[in-house]
């Protein structure tokens, strides 16, 4: 996890702290016991310590949501405090109901506010994706909740109405919070749980649900563990607060041994879908054993659910099968595609690119004239170069057309060695090569000439063949409205046909 120095010293602040509180219950140190609702507010001061931290380090739009879940822990550490107020300075509990309830059920209220806006922000419910596995579950939970919690409470000789109020309203919260908890770890069908910040919330709530129904049951049921979960009353702040640590919403890496990622959204895809048929199957548990757990027909229904679980189990297995086959068709179309696109850019390429010098062809000199044309109310400057080969035919005679071929590549070679990244140099005949030259005045076309005059004078293997260029051009600065193409050629072509009437071997720029 990547956290700071002070913020692993808080963490392991509040495991220490919690170690400690069991070893002094299990060795039962009385100065520690004495004051133990005292001490355990240690751990709502840790808490809060690590949510104000972790709110710096969120991000602005989801700074609000940390905020309500920091009051949140605000309220339910006051509710400490108070109720250490009345255990140690007045020496005895606080009667109920008192202010010590109010903030613990503002604390879970604020849990559920907070829970809702958080998943708004992370825009992650899918209310069509989870309604029905949501019903089934809520509804059932809440079948639970009632005959367990509420029913009981009704049913109680005492007519104390304020007292039987503040038990079922503990109850309502923990019911909103418990659907709060099936929202949160399956909200949606397209997203995962699997990052720090979404782990850690879900087991804060989770956390605080279970201790709040054991506290209820043993209120209820007059049952006692002992102080076992005084320690840990705090534990839901405190990963609420680890879990603020996380603004990115960091997922946990993926590991050689141990593919946390995989193993968890399988397990959340089955939670899904077996939570409602286990809610469902607890309820059936619970009539049986109140009325005849051994009746045929409620074995049968048990039975029932149980082959209709198994059929969920297979059929997302099927589905999953089914998936991977047309992920492996997809993938395979998509190999396709690549390689049809590759050929249909081969195929244009070739289509603009001559096969044997590799330069631009006619035609595609053709759309560079038209690429070139200045915009209007704008004058360029466009140069042009017309290179012949001198006695090619001589050459293809002498040595042989596959010789003549390679003086062409040859030729092209030093064209590509002396022009410009932005000019266009082509094949603009059999023996004859075209260079298009934008933003070039006279000097830049008489400079390019030129170097490419030295280039073949100075190549060895041409100079043997006595390979020379009669090289023609020309500048023109132009605008929209005297763009000519061919008058253009037409001096170029000029001055091509004087560097040829001046012997060859030579350049002529005008």
């Known amino acids: 996890m990547d956290l700071d120095k002070w913020q692993k010293i808080l963490i392991a602040a509040y495991i220490a702290f919690v170690v400690g509180l069991y070893a002094s219950i299990g060795f039962e140190f009385e100065s520690v016991l004495n004051y133990l609702d005292a001490v355990e507010c ?3 001061l ?37 109720w250490a107020y009345y255990t140690i300075i007045l020496n005895t509990d606080p009667s109920s109901p008192s202010i010590c309830d109010f903030f613990y059920l503002l604390n879970t209220a604020i849990y559920v506010a907070g829970l809702i806006v958080y998943l708004k922000k992370m825009q992650t419910i899918s209310f069509m994706a989870i309604s029905f596995d949501m019903l089934i579950s809520v509804f059932a939970a809440a079948g639970i909740i009632y005959n367990f919690m509420v029913v009981p409470i009704l ?11 503040l038990q079922v309203l503990y109850a309502a919260v923990d019911f909103s919070l418990m659907a709060g908890i099936l929202l949160l770890i399956f909200g949606t069908d397209d997203r995962t749980i699997l990052n720090y910040e979404n782990i850690f919330m879900s087991w804060a709530f989770i956390v605080t649900f279970v201790l709040d129904e054991i506290s209820m049951y043993q209120t209820l049921y007059n049952v006692d563990f002992w102080g076992m979960i ?33 193993r968890m959204e399988k397990t959340l895809l089955y939670s899904r879908m077996l939570i409602p048929y286990l809610y469902t199957f607890t309820l059936l548990i619970l009539i049986g054993a109140k009325y005849d757990l051994f009746d045929p027909i409620f ?21 999953k099968r089914l998936l991977r086959t047309i992920q492996h068709k997809e993938e395979k179309l998509n190999l396709q595609n690549l390689e ?12 603009e690119v001559d096969f044997l010098t590799q330069l631009s062809n006619r035609r595609y000199i053709d759309k560079a004239f038209e690429r070139l044309t200045p915009p209007e109310g704008r004058a360029e400057s466009l140069g042009i170069l017309l290179i012949d080969v001198d ?37 603009f005949g059999g023996d004859e090569f075209i260079v298009l030259l934008p933003e070039s005045d006279l000097a830049i076309v008489n400079q390019v000439a030129e170097q490419l005059t030295n280039a073949v004078r100075a190549d060895k293997k041409l100079v043997e063949m006595k390979v020379t260029l009669s090289i023609g051009g020309t500048s023109q600065r132009v605008n929209h409205e005297n763009y000519d193409v061919q008058l253009l050629l037409k001096q170029a072509d000029e001055s091509l046909y004087k560097a040829k009437e001046g012997g060859r071997n030579r350049f002529v720029v005008m």
Not at 55 to 70: E, G, N, R, S
Not at 155 to 165: G, K, L, N, R, T
Not at 406 to 411: E, G, M, N, S, T
Request: hydrophobic residues 50%; contains cysteine; glycine residues 6%.
């Open 230 to 262: 005084e320690p840990v009353w705090a534990l839901g702040c405190f990963l609420i607060a680890v879990a603020s640590l996380y603004p990115t919403s960091k997922k946990i890496p993926e590991t050689r041994f141990f593919n946390f990622s995989t």
């Open 46 to 82: 840790i808490s809060l310590l690590l949510i104000f931290i972790g709110i710096k380090k969120q991000p602005a739009d989801k700074k609000l949501t940390w905020k309500i879940f920091a009051l949140a822990i605000i309220t339910y550490g006051l509710g400490d405090l108070i």
């Open 391 to 427: 006695f090619f035919k001589r050459i293809n005679d002498t040595y042989g057309h596959p010789t003549g071929d390679f003086v062409l590549k040859k030729i092209a070679e030093k064209i590509k060695s002396v022009i410009r990244g932005g000019d266009v140099a082509g094949r």
């Open 155 to 165: 049913e109680s000789p005492s007519v104390d109405y304020v007292q039987i109020f």
């Open 42 to 44: 240690i751990g709502f």
């Open 340 to 351: 049809l696109q590759r050929l249909n850019q081969q195929i244009l390429r070739d289509a």
């Open 299 to 319: 074995l049968w229904a048990i039975s029932l659910i149980v082959l209709i679980s198994v059929r969920q189990i297979l059929v997302i297995e099927r589905n």
